[in-house]
């Protein structure tokens, strides 16, 4: 079992480039997340998905979108990718089966945007 | 709003000493948990110990535990017999309706 893999381990991507961040899971859980890791700034999250379908906006959802065909993969897509969206990306996952569950990381994708 | 300060941006510790690592955070929920996480150098999230809201009697797990006062909104993170291995990011965390929240974190370093 994998747990949570994350595609790719680091990509440097010229602004304005469109790029799509990958995100799977094996655990079949039900909500995934998608987080930024800046230093002094922890982990924030940009958009969420709570079951298979649905998605929605976190504290820093602009410029990034989502999307949720099915419960495995929750990919990250910049549309058109700016400086200040270099970071590192978290996906994440959780059961969804209580309203206090623990989640699971990836191991993260490191993103330089130039 | 829901927020979590951690206001030690680096702390150190002797090998085989205890430290303790600061948490406090604000909600105005009364059903949530509180989470702590480790980040070594190869980047991987590790929970290491979480505490139900409604429970008064602080998790331990192994040689971490917590000291959990929920009227002050605090969290505090207490690892004892400190090892190398334990060097790290930490990151508190406060968790309600499918969101976390996550602190600023700390670096711990660990001197043999």
């Known amino acids: 079992i994998a747990g949570i893999t994350q595609a790719p381990t680091s990509q440097i991507l010229a602004a304005g480039r469109r790029m799509t961040l990958r995100c799977t899971q094996d655990?079949?859980?039900?909500?995934m997340y998608w987080y930024r890791q800046d230093l002094g700034l922890g982990l924030r999250l940009i958009h969420y998905?709570?079951?298979?379908?649905?998605?929605g906006k976190g504290e820093v959802p602009d410029g990034y979108s989502v999307s949720r065909a099915n419960t495995d993969d929750f990919p990250l897509t910049l549309a058109s990718a700016v400086p200040s969206q270099t970071s590192v990306y978290f996906c994440?996952?959780?059961?969804?089966?209580?309203?206090?569950?623990?989640?699971?990381f990836g191991p993260g994708t490191r993103l330089t945007v130039l | 709003a829901q927020t979590v300060t951690q206001s030690q941006p680096e702390m150190s510790v002797q090998e085989a000493e205890t430290v303790t690592l600061s948490c406090t955070y604000d909600t105005s929920e009364s059903d949530y948990y509180l989470f702590w996480y480790k980040q070594p150098p190869s980047r991987q999230m590790i929970l290491v110990i979480r505490q139900e809201a409604y429970k008064q009697q602080n998790a331990t797990e192994n040689r971490f535990s917590v000291n959990f006062q929920k009227a002050a909104k605090s969290f505090s993170l207490k690892i004892s017999d400190s090892q190398l291995g334990d060097a790290a990011m930490y990151f508190c965390a406060l968790y309600n309706f499918n969101k976390f929240y996550f602190g600023s974190g700390t670096k711990l370093n660990v001197k043999p």
């Open positions: 998905s709570n079951t298979a379908g649905t998605t």
């Open positions: 994440a996952s959780s059961s969804g089966e209580t309203s206090t569950d623990t989640q699971y």
């Open positions: 655990m079949r859980h039900n909500a």
